[in-house]
């Protein structure tokens, strides 16, 4: 059972995740992602944008579910080594056909892989069910005029903390990380930035 856009699940799915368990082929997966198309087409060029510019080396892609960012850029990208990682059973099978690459059905948060990359990549790698919201009182505060919960921001900074260190433990020395998708205002921007910091990630001043 499968549909055209999130829009249109049934109340009987609960979350989002319980939708990815859906799809059995990369058709089926596209079906479901393209109600998305916009977001997935703009997330794609950036990334597209930022490994045009890097030298060549072994690149993960985190949260990869149907393989479709990895076949992109491995016909694009031939002197670089693409894997994956997600945590959908049927996404990684899915993956696995589309891509012919490696890629191994594991949760980053329970069990980090044990191996290094040269860049960790993650496109839409997290559900929101993932990042903690404060409790009430909201107070709200601005960054250049884009409200936020202050509540809110430090959680969800809690939580891209565990993030973040999983993928650290992935990363080569000197090793990229390029990220994109579902920060969804100046608050998720803020805790990312500050998870990031705190675990020495520090963000490109070129980009």
């Known amino acids: 059972k499968l549909f055209d856009s999130y829009a249109l699940v049934p109340r009987e799915y609960r979350s989002i995740k319980e939708v990815l368990k859906l799809p059995k082929s990369a058709k089926q997966a596209a079906r479901l992602f393209s109600s998305d198309v916009g977001r997935y087409t ?3 060029e950036f990334i597209d944008n930022v490994i045009k510019d890097c030298e060549p080396g072994k690149a993960i892609d985190v949260g990869c579910g149907a393989g479709f960012l990895i076949e992109f850029l491995s016909r ?6 693409f894997h994956g990682i997600d945590a959908q059973r049927n996404l990684v099978d899915v993956a696995r056909s589309l891509t012919n690459k490696k890629i191994s059905h594991l949760n980053y948060l329970e069990e980090p892989s044990d191996h290094t990359y040269d860049y960790v990549i993650c496109e839409f790698g997290w559900d929101f069910d993932d990042i903690a919201v404060g409790p009430p009182p909201h107070v709200l505060k601005s960054i250049d005029g884009h409200e936020y919960c202050v509540g809110c921001s430090e959680a969800a ?3 891209f903390g565990d993030i973040l260190r999983s993928w ?3 990363l080569a020395p000197n090793g990229m990380l390029v990220v994109t998708g579902r920060l969804r205002h100046a608050g998720d921007i803020k805790a990312f930035l500050s998870a990031a910091n705190a675990n020495g990630l520090v963000l490109s001043s070129s980009r």
Do not use: I, L
């Not at 694009?76 to 080594?81: A, I, L, P, R, T």
């Open 157 to 159: 900074e809690a939580s």
């Open 168 to 170: 650290s433990k992935m």
């Open 76 to 81: 694009k990208y031939k002197s670089f080594e």
């Open 42 to 44: 703009a997330s794609m």
